[in-house]
């Protein structure tokens, strides 16, 4: 199956600092990957669609200026977590869509990453 | 009302068990669904990947579509403690469109 990779798979951090965290598609290009925020024992909360040369298209309540993201190429995408606070602390993942033969896409997720804020 | 509704659990069945686990929806526009397994502190992992009614088989699971009744079910027969995970079910109406989690459905395979 396709491989997503995240990178750190978990930073500490102190409250105000940023922290970056990418996303990597390892077999395959995307144009497109999602960013996605998990809080313990809650589904999946979109959060972003990371855009290959254009700009993120953000969900509604999600503060752009705050989580930073950047489709730097077909296989990279980075969420950058300015100005952290504790309440940002969460379970990040990405995932990165793919075709299949049937004419849609499925998504792949990578490992997710946890941030601590202090 | 959530367009997605899945019983968060959790389930506990001893190993042997065949496990059912079900999603509801209320989107009608929705054509394609996937199940994913999710262990802790890990990112989900594509289980199951279905389009419009019916099953599908992928050795011990199956997963069943009834869009009359908008509801998704994933049986896992012979369940093993190693399936001990959180079932995510997700769909979505496009090929190439936003998908839509449902909550999780926490799983323990006693031995």
């Known amino acids: 199956g396709a491989v997503v990779s995240q990178h750190p798979s978990w930073v500490i951090c102190k409250s105000g600092t940023s922290v970056k965290i990418e996303c990597r598609s390892l077999?395959?290009?995307?144009?497109?990957m999602f960013w996605y925020r998990q809080f313990p024992k809650q589904s999946l909360m979109l959060m972003a669609t990371s855009n290959e040369g254009s700009k993120a298209t953000y969900e509604q309540g999600v503060e752009k200026d705050k989580f930073l993201i950047n489709h730097a190429s077909l296989t990279l995408s980075t969420l950058t977590v300015t100005s952290a606070h504790p309440e940002d602390s969460s379970f990040y993942i990405c995932s990165a869509p793919r075709g299949t033969s049937g004419g849609a896409d499925t998504q792949y997720f990578g490992p997710g990453t946890r941030l601590t804020v202090l | 009302q959530k367009e997605v509704e899945q019983d968060p659990g959790p389930l506990s069945v001893p190993e042997g068990a065949i496990v059912s686990l079900n999603c509801t929806y209320s989107n009608s526009a929705f054509q394609y669904f996937m199940w994913y397994r999710q262990y802790s502190r890990k990112g989900p992992e594509l289980l199951m990947y279905?389009?419009?009614?019916g099953n599908k088989e992928d050795g011990r699971f199956t997963a069943q579509v009834d869009k009359s009744s908008k509801y998704i079910s994933l049986f896992i027969r012979d369940s093993q403690p190693s399936d001990s995970a959180t079932y995510l079910c997700a769909m979505k109406a496009g090929g190439y469109q936003k998908v839509t989690f449902g909550t999780g459905t926490k799983l323990q395979v006693i031995p």
């Open positions: 077999d395959f290009q995307a144009t497109t």
């Open positions: 279905t389009y419009s009614s």
